[in-house]
């Protein structure tokens, strides 16, 4: 099981964010997320936003650390892309 992180670069609630993928599937992310406390409104059509603090944690736990441009990619590759406005499945 590989899950990904991308560096918290992304403004959000007074924050900065990461996001959190899966290249394989939703059920691993999720699984992923649930081992670290992660609760599930973190999650967002096809990724969990990681608040800045919890980044070195959620690295310690297994996450890659990629760039942004590569989690999206990694996300196209694996056909789990949810681009806003696309109905979930």
């Known amino acids: 099981m590989t899950v990904y992180i991308d560096p918290p670069t992304w403004p959000g609630h007074g924050r900065m964010w ?3 993928v899966s290249d394989a599937s939703f059920d691993e992310l999720h699984a992923f997320a649930e081992r670290l406390g992660v609760p599930r409104r973190a999650f967002e059509r096809d990724h969990y936003d990681i608040p800045s603090h919890r980044y070195a944690e959620v690295v310690a736990a ?5 760039s942004s441009r590569e989690v999206v990619r990694l996300l196209h590759g694996a056909g789990l892309r949810r681009p806003k406005g696309r109905a979930e499945s």
């Open 18 to 20: 990461s996001h959190l």
């Open 62 to 66: 297994g996450a890659v650390e990629v």
